[in-house]
Structure formats: C-alpha cells, structure tokens
C-alpha cells in the first residue's frame, strides 16, 4: 500500500507557492505560516482518515490567501442602501456632502486649529467653528454640539435641572431604541422627573398642578416613533412657553429630528422646525445631527445665550464633546444651509427625502435596462413606499419606485443574502418572491458598483 502522506506538500514548498509569496506585501510572514501549518494539518487528518488528495499546492496556497484576505478585512464595509429607508440607524443614518468627508478627511489625517486662533496664536473655543452656523439654522442667541441627542439630553437637564424637578407629559415618556428612555435618562442627569397626565391627554392645568419651589424646567419631547391616535390631547409648545414665563421654569423642547428646513412642499408632513421652536419661545431646542439635518453624528443644543454657556461649563462637556473629525464635518455641513435651495440640492439626505417620483422611475427604468443584460436576472419597475426612519418620522412613508429583481435558479433569499455578503454590500428588502432594490438612497457613484455586486452575485 503507498503511503497517503507522500504527495503532501512540504512546508517550504507550500511557503514557495507563488500566491503565498505574494501574499506577503498584506500579512505578517509568521501569520502565513501559522495558516499553511494549519492547513496542513488539516490536510494531513483527512488523508489518515482515508481521503485522497485532491488539491494542487497552487490551489491550497490560493485557498489560505483567501482565507486570510477574508479574516483579516475590515469588518466595517461600504453598504448600499437599497432598502428605502432614508435615515437607516444600522446602515450609518445620514451619509454627508462629499465636502463635509473631505473636511473630516483633512481633519483627521492632520493638525488644525481645533482651539486655537490663528491671528492671535491664542486659545480659542472647540465650538466656535459651529456656532455661527447653528445660529443661522436655528435661529437662537447661541448653540453648541455634542455627541448624539442622548447626549444634549443627559448635559441638559444635568446642567439646569440636578437636584430639581422637571415635569414631562406622561404621553411623552417615550423609548426611542438603543435604551434612550426618557425616564433613564432623566435619572442619568440627576434631575427628578415629575410625570403629568395621561397616555392619551395632558392639559395645561396638569403642568401648573405639577410645578413646586422646586421645578426647574417642563420638557417637550417629540415622540419620534410612535403615535397616539384617537382621543388625544397635548400642550403646544406655545402654552408651555407661556408657562414657563410665567413660573420661571426653563422651556426644553427635545425635537429629535432637528428639521431645519420645511419639506412639506415635498409631500413630507408638517414637522416642527427648529427655528419654529425658537422663535415661540424654547428656552432650549434638542436635535441629532445626523438625522434631518443630513450632517455627522452629533447632538445640537441651541437656545438662549446664558443656557448655552451653563451647559458648555459644565463637567459632562469634557466627556461629550465632538472631536475633530465631527467638528469639521459638521462645520461644512453648515455651510451647505446659508442657501436652503443649495442644502435641498446638496445635503444627501434632503436630496434622497424629496427625490420625485418620477425622477426615481426614471431612473430605475434606466437602472433595469443594464440589469437585463445580465443572464438570467428578470427585472421590474414597481412603485412601492419608502420610509424616512432615523426616529423620527419612522411610519411616514414616502411613495417611491423599485426595482424587482429575481434570478434564474437562486431563490430571492438566497440572492439578498448574496448582495448582502459581497463587495460592496448591498442591503435590498424581500418580498413576494422578488429581492427589492429602492434606488433612492443609492448615491449616484454608487449606482455602478450596484450593477456589479448583482452581476457577482447572481454568477457564483
Ligand atoms: C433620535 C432622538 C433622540 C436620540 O438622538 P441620538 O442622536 O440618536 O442620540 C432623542 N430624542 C428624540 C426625540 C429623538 O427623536
């Protein structure tokens, strides 16, 4: 009987392969040879227990560079949005302007004057590039940023109201995901939540019963992601204001989205602007960067002057203030909003919420063309609905057009998962036996890369 073990390749030999050799330029020499030990000895078990050998030394040194390629990538990738969610929290929310990724680009892969001033040589505010432009947008005395919204809320109510109380609409006491409660996080700051009403009304007279010596602040939070429907009443945030004049309490209006312009010309629905906020009198308006606003992640605060400078004084400031990379992005970002018509135009987010109809079809039709001459994909143009998500206007759907894509002997699960794992990713919706490709958060650099992940995918 000859021995099984003859035609396995040396370590050297295996070591020598060409493929391996040249894998050397990407990973460390001793990770190449703990992966060809291995697969050696992987090779080796299987031949005692009777195999044969099958694999040429090319294709074995092929098989552990592809192994080694797939271990070692990043595991942060590109996706493509074909989902038709807008503001896609596990997709990354809003992708910003190509001039805002540069300005983090430049921001990260150098020094700049973070804090300081360049005429004087002095030290300056880490805020102050932002400034000017929340102020513009939104309308207030003054305006800072931090991390996320969570953030501007926990710094909020820690800097006007620990210790105190702050009094909340119970139909308000809302859980946006991601463990953001309002209760925690009201317990977080150190301030005492004073619930008044019910579920489905809260009246004025439920505030004032509700307020003591020791009430700093009445709060408004958007319900981002739910709705009462039916036998509802609440307070409007003008009745709250006049409130708070009258009692001295600070207004805190948590808008959540952060709309800054008006999208109801779109067909979007009627959204509290921010600068509407302000100007009925918030002491205090709270909202994400990241989402309508179409900038970084980050949480604005904006509002009176005295307020502004209370919360940037105080201690949680340090642990939540933007870096570098943020402050940038979102300082061109800002700059995008001096012409609202240039933000609708330019800010992606604007652009994909109010993307027409028939400029999606279009385009889709177009999209389906190239689709088509690939072998064995059937595609149709369908109208379906897509959802602005992000925690804000979650069930607002939006009429829009797919593409309905299907391939010869893959089933629609089998093909969705396909484009989900290949490269670039590509995350569709499945239904009715079709995988659903929605084209209006796909940027239009990546439209190429889309036709090519579904001809990769539709081919292994
Ligand atoms: C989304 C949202 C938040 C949380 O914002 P992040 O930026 O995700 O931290 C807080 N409040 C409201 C009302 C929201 O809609």
Known sequence: ??????????????LDAPALVAARDRHPPATITAAARSALD????????????????DALAAQIVAMLDVATAPVLRPVINATGIVLHTNLGRSPIHEEAARAAYEAARGYLNLEMDLASGKRASRQGNVRAGLKAITGAESATA???CAAATVIALRAIAAGKEVIVSRGQLVEIGGSFRI???????????????????TRVSDYERAITPNTAAVMRVHASNYRVRGYTKSVDLAQLVELGRKHNLTVIDDAGSGQAIDLTPFGLPDEPLVSASIATGADLVLFSGDKLLGGPQCGILAGKAALIQLIEKDPLMRAFRLDKMTLAALEATLRLYRDPA???R???TLRMLTAPLAALRQRCEAFAEWLRAIPGVTVGVREDVAFVGGGSLPD???????????????????????LRTGTPAV????????????????LEWQEEELLEAVRLAVRE
């Open 146 to 148: 931090v991390n996320n």
């Open 183 to 201: 209760p925690e996080v009201m317990a977080v700051s150190g301030a005492t939540l004073r619930e008044v009403g019910t579920t489905n009304i």
């Open 396 to 418: 607002v759907g939006v009429p829009t057009a797919v593409l309905a894509v299907s391939a010869e002997r893959i089933s629609e699960s089998e093909l969705a998962t396909r």
């Open 42 to 57: 992987s090779l080796r078990a299987k031949l005692s227990s009777g195999a044969a050998l099958t694999t040429s030394v």
């Open 346 to 348: 330019e800010v992606p």
């Open 427 to 442: 995350v569709g919706r499945v239904q009715d036996g079709r995988v659903l490709l929605d084209l209006r958060c796909v």
């Open 342 to 344: 240039l933000a609708l």
């Open 1 to 14: 009987m000859s021995n099984p073990f003859r035609d396995l390749p040396s370590m050297t030999k295996l």
